[in-house]
């Protein structure tokens, strides 16, 4: 079965344009991008594999993941200590509410920094801010891709 799972998502997969917008609204900013997907599509759409932090790890070191996790987690640890008192935007992309694997730690992350922002693209019933960071958050109701295209239609 993970044969299957790997020639559909990683040998069959084409890009998609969420992907292409994604890499279009980040452009020349300084990112690191945090995710519990192990299909590897953000390094197949282009995006830099050195400021990518896959917490789950990935279905090539699927079999011994956690040298690379935590080779990842300590660049990311050094992306955000870099920007510890700058503007930081956190963009979350459709994070189930309950997965609290990823989202958790980012909010806790933005709460405790007043320089960070917090934005994230889900359908309404996925979207829950916590009142510490409300202030400093966005929440946009919807698909990842209609909210892109409404952002870029107002570009």
């Not at 690379?68 to 935007?89: D, E, G, P, T």
């Amino acid at each position: 079965m993970h044969f299957i799972k790997y020639d559909y998502m990683v040998d069959h997969y084409e890009g998609t344009s969420v992907f292409q917008d994604l890499k279009q609204l980040v452009g020349d900013h300084d990112y690191f991008i945090v995710t519990s997907n192990g299909d590897m599509h953000f390094q197949m759409n282009g995006f830099d594999e050195q400021r990518l932090f896959e917490v789950e790890g990935n279905f090539d070191n699927n079999q011994n993941p956690m040298p690379m996790i935590q080779k990842q987690q300590a660049k990311f640890n050094a992306f955000v200590q870099n920007y510890r008192s700058q503007n930081l935007v956190v963009l979350e992309l459709g994070i189930g509410a309950d997965n609290q694997l990823i989202k958790a730690p980012l909010m806790r992350l933005v709460a405790q920094n007043v320089c960070y922002h917090y934005i994230t693209l889900n359908l309404a019933h996925e979207i829950r801010i916590p009142t510490t960071i409300a202030q400093r958050s966005i929440g946009l109701v919807g698909s990842i891709d209609d909210n892109f295209k409404e952002l870029f239609k107002n570009d």
